[in-house]
T-cell receptor, first 115, second 111 residues
Framework: NAGVMQNPRHLVRRRGQEARLRCSPM?????VYWYRQLPEEGLKFMVY????????ESGMPKERFSAEFPKEGPSILRIQQVVRGDSAAYFC?????????????FGPGTRLTVL | KNEVEQSPQNLTAQEGEFITINCSYS?????LHWLQQHPGGGIVSLFM???GKKKHGRLIATINIQEKHSSLHITASHPRDSAVYIC?????????????FGKGTHLIIQP
């Protein structure tokens, strides 16, 4: 049973470009969470999704950021018109059940560098 | 929103020592996670607990719900235990369903 998969592992973008980060949850998991770790800072919650639904996006910036988890395929975190401040490690985690009832398992992260 | 405090921030110890990392939080939770992160690496979930104590190998995690406090212990520490250990909680009061994280404890075990 493969763990949580994220790709790419490293992504370099120039200012103004778009970044697409993908997360495939563990088999049987229907809940996905995205977290961001800025350099020298702790992890922060961004968004919580179930299949085809955004449950909570209170931690995600209102502009330029969006997330989806379609019925088929991976969850996507999309950052439009990237800026240098978006450079960070982005982790996704998945769980089998409702938040708090299912342990969250983390992917290896995508390290985004904006030039 | 919960506030999570970890102590110490940095810890250097000799191989074989018994290690304790502490975590306190400010409001009620439904679960607490201990995570491990190696430099430049991914995040590994060590424990999820909501009461009592759990043990896995040389790692032990305890939680006291009344005192809003958890500890992570490492027995017979080894240089490969060197990593950042992160405490994270899931609020029980609703709101965001994501975890709230402490700033982490940087542990170095010297041979």
């Amino acid at each position: 049973n493969a763990g949580v998969m994220q790709n790419p592992r490293h992504l370099v973008r120039r200012r103004g470009q778009e970044a697409r980060l993908r997360c495939s949850p563990m088999k049987g998991h229907s809940h996905v969470y995205w977290y961001r770790q800025l350099p020298e800072e702790g992890l922060k919650f961004m968004v919580y999704l179930q299949k085809e639904n955004i449950i909570d996006e209170s931690g995600m910036p209102k502009e330029r950021f969006s997330a989806e988890f379609p019925k088929e395929g991976p969850s996507i975190l999309r950052i439009q018109q990237v800026v240098r401040g978006d450079s960070a490690a982005y982790f996704c985690a998945s769980s089998v059940g409702l938040a708090g009832l299912g342990e969250q398992f983390f992917g290896p992260g995508t390290r985004l560098t904006v030039l | 929103k919960n506030e999570v405090e970890q102590s110490p921030q940095n810890l250097t110890a000799q191989e074989g020592e018994f290690i304790t990392i502490n975590c306190s939080y400010s409001v009620g939770i439904s679960a607490l996670h201990w995570l491990q992160q190696h430099p430049g690496g991914g995040i590994v979930s060590l424990f999820m607990l909501s009461s009592g104590k759990k043990k896995h190998g040389r790692l032990i995690a305890t939680i006291n719900i009344q005192e809003k406090h958890s500890s992570l212990h490492i027995t017979a520490s080894h240089p490969r235990d060197s990593a950042v250990y992160i405490c994270a909680v899931l609020d029980s009061g609703g709101g965001a369903d994501g975890l709230t994280f402490g700033k982490g404890t940087h542990l170095i075990i010297q041979p």
